[in-house]
């Protein structure tokens, strides 16, 4: 029997701009007219889910079965119980009320830990949409992604399915779900939830192709870090050019902590939204040739006033 879950919004959600801009949201396809589905496998079962926005608010429709009250409670938890950008703690800068003001119906998703590492490590240099045909053909062929169940694929297999997003990750995931299952899945669990953001950091950074920025990524969206923000050469560069941040030097570390320092100076929530100013860097901020006509933070843009 098909069944709905309603999640009320304090503002009208910007579905679109939702399942664009986020990792979590790689593992949802669109399936036209505003509407969005992913396969979610609990205890191996496989239950489609389609999402899509509704008076205000968003709808959930699935098939009821036993695990309805654990999806029920994910689907909350994933779309966090419809908090949105709009009622962020974005302020201190110009730029930052403009980006709450324009993203104000998009919700920051959250995710599964190791299925968040997954996408992390499956979506390194290469494009979202290439992604969105990857996972879901990994995930069911596994029935669910646990260190478990991606240790059990044989390498061959995963290596045919990962193949087209680069040679090395079907290797390098193989070898991370063999670490969480020999040794670190409980260690992994614990430090999830935790406040101890080093130790996170420690043991992500100690997995096969899981660099500083990677795991500063899995750790904002899985544990809420609030104290770590992931630099890459396009945030830098929007920030810099925003007045977020006086940095304008290479991307070394010293410089990747320093521009983190300036961001988080403006509040925690900078790190949950680092991908929304990502975004303006692809959009409109590229390096040679800024499109400030275009951009709707060119009123409270350091660079689009210097060179109006
Ligand atoms: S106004 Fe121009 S320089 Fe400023 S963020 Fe937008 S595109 Fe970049």
């Not at 309805?68 to 994933?78: I, V």
């Not at 830990?113 to 996972?135: G, I, S, Y």
Request: charged letters at 15%.
């Amino acid at each position: 029997m098909p069944t709905t879950l309603s999640l009320a919004c304090e503002n009208t959600p910007d579905l679109a701009a939702t399942m664009q801009l986020q990792l979590p949201a790689l593992a949802w396809q669109m399936i036209g007219a505003g509407a969005w589905q992913r396969t979610f496998h609990l205890h191996g079962q496989g239950i489609r889910v389609r999402v899509e926005s509704d008076r205000g608010g968003l709808r959930f429709s699935f098939r009821t079965g036993p695990e309805e009250e654990l999806l029920r409670n994910l689907l909350t938890a994933t779309f966090r119980n419809g908090e949105q950008v709009g009622a962020m703690a974005l302020a201190g800068h110009p730029a930052l009320s403009a980006l709450r003001r324009h993203h104000q119906g998009m919700i920051l998703l959250a995710g599964s830990p190791f299925e968040t590492l997954v996408l992390a490590v499956l979506a390194q240099t290469r494009p979202a949409a290439a992604v969105r045909k990857v996972f879901p053909r990994l995930a069911a062929e596994c029935g669910g992604l646990t260190p478990q169940r991606l240790l059990a694929l044989p390498l061959p297999r995963l290596t045919q399915l990962v193949r087209p997003l680069g040679a090395v990750k079907a290797a390098r995931l193989h070898a991370t779900a063999a670490i969480l299952t020999r040794r670190g899945t409980t260690l992994f669990d614990q430090l999830i939830g935790g406040s101890d953001s080093g130790a996170l950091n420690n043991l992500l950074t100690s997995l096969p192709g899981v660099g500083t920025h990677t795991a500063a990524v899995v750790m904002t969206i899985v544990n809420d870090a609030a104290d770590t923000v992931p630099i890459d050469q396009h945030l830098m560069r929007v920030a810099y050019r925003l007045g977020l941040t006086d940095y304008d030097g290479g991307l070394t570390n010293p410089g990747c902590r320093r521009v983190a320092a300036d961001l988080l100076a403006y509040g925690p929530d900078l790190a949950r939204v680092h991908p929304l100013i990502q975004q303006v860097a692809y959009d409109t901020c590229t390096v040679s040739t800024p499109d400030c006509r275009r951009c709707f933070l060119a009123e409270s843009c350091r660079h689009a006033a210097r060179t109006a």
